[in-house]
C-alpha cells in the first residue's frame, strides 16, 4: 500500500550561519519560506526508497541553494513506518557543511 499511496513524512532542519549583527531586514538572512519550499519540493518530488536518500538531498540542496549557510541539519521521520511493534517514529538524520563533510 505504502509504494501505490506514498508515505507521511515530518522534517526537521537545523541550520546553521552567522547572523552575529547582522540587520534586521530579511534580505541579510535565511529566507524560511524558500527553505520551506525547497523542503517540500524533496519530498513530494520524486520518489524515493530510503528516508535516508531524501535527508541527504535536502542537505544538499539547501547548501546548494543558500550560500550562507555553513551547515545543515536534517531529520526525516517516518512515523508510521510498516515494522512490527510499538514505537513512536523512525527517522534518518544527516549533518552536511559547507566544506563537504558529512556527519
Do not use: W
Request: contains cysteine.
Amino acid at each position: 500500500m505504502e509504494e501505490s499511496l506514498g508515505a507521511r513524512f515530518v522534517v526537521d532542519c537545523e541550520l546553521t550561519f552567522d547572523f552575529a549583527g547582522i540587520p534586521d531586514q530579511i534580505s541579510a538572512t535565511v529566507n524560511y519560506a524558500e527553505i520551506y519550499e525547497i523542503v517540500r519540493q524533496e519530498a513530494e518530488g520524486a520518489r524515493r526508497h530510503l528516508i535516508e536518500r531524501l535527508a541527504n538531498d535536502i542537505a544538499a540542496r539547501l547548501l546548494r541553494e543558500h550560500p550562507r549557510l555553513e551547515s545543515v541539519m536534517v531529520r526525516v521521520h517516518k512515523p508510521h513506518a510498516p515494522i512490527p511493534g510499538i514505537f513512536s517514529d523512525v527517522y534518518a538524520e544527516t549533518t552536511q557543511e559547507r566544506d563537504g563533510k558529512t556527519r
